[in-house]
């Protein structure tokens, strides 16, 4: 955890650092850290006053609630749900805003949490942290509001079953109690309550301290598909979530049903997502060197004569989507090689697998803000600084609800984290 070891080692057996010691120590890598103390807060919501005091007790209340009801959690989840309650509202600064409503002008910070998630995304890789803990933060981070959210609009069992596949249900719960005791508002009791009834129906409904609320689906795939490949299974298993996660069907039985109609031949698609020099297209021809590439790189260069030329982009996506749709037409394998950073880029490209019965992964490339810039300058075509800065400004950083599986890749080509597989135990690809 390079020369910030010691400080979350510490907080790890127990320390009780305050805001001071975390915007010293992580100051220079999160910069917004700095601007908490800038930005207001509505006064209905948050009496307390701006960002920075709230942040400031709600590190309190989450130090209260590790010395009594969450005693028991591991040294590495406790580190995970401080750092989470740290920069829970960390991008306030950048979508805070004055609005009118029936007359009244409020203070707002709307889609704050995805916001701050994509903000953190390189930036945490800085701190080299076990991954699964980065993912932990990145996670808690993105669904901070999610959980009350539920409640509120009496949701069904099956958005509680999905919320518990994107996080960790137990540290969201100790994260929304920490948020709504550091603050001053009026209706502060009714919405700790909520959060009370969040976790009885979690309970209820079988996700509270579950890893994964789809064990016994997944089991009862690897049973009845076992004569099949891993890919058919995955399909099969990714399938049957996504249609139970919007209410299409309520059993496993039912999802094996359906699947007869098209797991005895379906397209692969590869959607791939980082920031120019990640590394993305090295690792298409590392690792899937046998699947089709739709580059919309090389097809700007065919189009237009330059690969940076952008003055046809809507002529290249076009040719790139007729491209797509053909080989998925054909139940061929795909890569479609973009940066598709934004997620309605990359629900446009997902949308289509879907609708051609293709397995879908989404690679997403995970490296630090510096390793990014280093590798930028060492490309045969580097992009300027402005034009990086730009895309990570403008990342929007992926869940598991996106495709069938995730597939994360570090600095070295190496497989970070594997999500939404049926057989999780293995990697989908030869990552050479």
Known sequence: MNKRCPFFTQIMQGDASEFNAFSEMLGDTFDLLHRLAETPQDSEWHAEGNVRIHTEMVLEETYKLLDKDAVDIEPERRLALILSALFHDIAKPLTTRIREFDGRYRTISPGHEDRGRSYLANKL???????????????????????????????????????ARLTDIELLCYLGQADMLGRTCRDKQIQIEYIDLFRLFAEEYGVWKVSDPYRHWLDFFEAELAGFDEDTRDLVFGNAIRDAEAGKIFTPEEALAKSY????????????????????????HKNIPDYE?????????????????????????????????????????????????????????????????????????????????????????????????????ILEWPDASEAHRLLFIGAEGQCLNFEGGCAKRRFPFPLS
């Not at 669904?143 to 099956?158: A, G, M, N, Q």
């Not at 930028?376 to 402005?386: A, D, G, K, L, T």
Request: hydrophobic content about 35%.
């Open 261 to 284: 109609q098209y797991r005895d031949s379906f397209p692969r698609l590869v959607v791939m997502c980082g920031p120019s020099g990640a590394g993305k297209s090295s690792w298409i």
């Open 125 to 163: 890789m800085e701190l080299r942290l076990p991954y699964e803990m980065t993912q932990n933060i990145l996670s808690l981070v993105g669904c901070h509001h999610l959980h009350k959210r539920l409640v509120i609009k009496d949701s069904p069992e099956r958005k509680y079953r999905k919320l």
């Open 293 to 393: 590439i739709v580059s919309l790189d090389d097809l700007r260069e065919r189009i237009t004569g330059k690969r940076e030329n952008q003055s046809k982009n809507g002529q290249v996506i076009q040719a790139a989507r007729e491209e797509l749709k053909n080989h998925l037409r054909h139940h061929r394998k795909v890569v479609w090689d973009a940066t598709n950073l934004r997620r309605n880029y990359r629900n446009m490209v997902i949308s289509f697998g879907f609708d051609y019965h293709a397995l879908v992964t989404l690679v997403v490339f995970h490296l630090s803000e510096s390793e990014l810039f280093v590798r930028n300058v060492q490309r045969e075509s580097p992009v300027s600084n402005e034009v990086l800065h730009r895309q990570l400004e």
